[in-house]
């Protein structure tokens, strides 16, 4: 497997913190972001559009720069970051992925919204998904670290991500809903396994593929769309499966997996 040392070279954020002690995965600032910039944007050139230009149209400098800092902490904002560089790739080809893509990766980076994911994916479609026992998630894995005021803050950013990826629908009473999944999210996810040390038919085993809510069968279909849309190399003989993801890593990150 991958050491932590290198799964952060990659982009991972690992540790306690994570934004979701102060904001949901912010979907609509990422949307209204990305339509001003490019792939090839440095995050010097995030900044300059978030603080500089204003084009989230925030009220405040203070405010500019608090979103900013988040947009930083979720999502990288840099494409010398792997799990950013692409994802941002994946954003442009395919609409329809960009909700479940946002998650992932901020799943990636917020050790806080990582905390509910067993939770959540083991609600049935059609559960009810109580904020307070999200509370009561947040406080058994860290005790007497928040305030009661606190833990609702954070049940209620982490209910609102889950929603804006489509896992819940509903605003005052959340229920669980399946997401939209697209090649896009599968070649992902496989990239992400990649990236943690997994290979051939153990991609299709981590729990990234966990989070696409699909059966082996659906996913296995969405990994050959994956491959004849040319995002990953996917061959499947005999039930032998291998996926390569050519031009991903440069030479450098493919050695980090190594160390």
Not at 136 to 156: C, G, H, T, V, Y
Not at 162 to 170: I, L, P
Request: with cysteine; net charge neutral; aromatic share 8%.
């Amino acid at each position: 497997m991958t050491s932590n040392e290198s799964l952060i070279k990659l982009g991972y954020r690992l540790g306690r913190s994570g934004t979701h002690a102060a904001r949901t995965m912010m979907f609509d600032e990422l949307m209204l972001l990305f339509e001003h910039t490019t792939s090839e944007t440095t995050r010097d050139g995030y900044r300059d559009e978030v603080v500089g230009l204003n084009v989230l149209g925030k009220p405040t400098q203070k405010s500019r720069l608090l979103t900013f800092g988040h947009l930083v902490e979720l999502y990288g904002l840099d494409p010398v970051i792997p799990v950013f560089r692409i994802f941002r790739k994946l954003w442009a080809l395919d609409e329809a992925a960009r909700p479940l893509l946002a998650l992932t990766l901020a799943m990636v980076r917020d050790p806080v919204l990582r905390l509910s994911e067993a939770f959540v994916l083991a609600k049935g479609e059609g559960d009810a998904v109580q904020r307070e026992e999200v509370e009561e998630l947040i406080a058994a894995n860290e005790p007497d670290r928040f305030s009661p005021a606190s833990l609702k803050s954070i049940a209620q950013n982490i209910n609102g991500s889950w929603t804006q990826a489509g896992f819940m629908v509903g605003r005052r009473r959340k229920v669980r809903a399946a997401p939209k999944v697209t090649p896009s999210n599968i070649t992902y996810a496989l990239f992400l396994g990649h990236l943690e040390g997994l290979s051939g038919q153990r991609l299709f085993s981590s729990h990234w593929m966990t989070l696409l809510c699909s059966s082996p069968d659906e996913l296995e279909v969405l990994a050959n769309s994956a491959s004849h849309r040319g995002q990953i190399v996917f061959l499947n003989a005999g039930g032998v499966k291998e996926v390569r993801f050519p031009g991903f890593l440069t030479p450098d990150e493919e050695q980090w997996l190594h160390e």
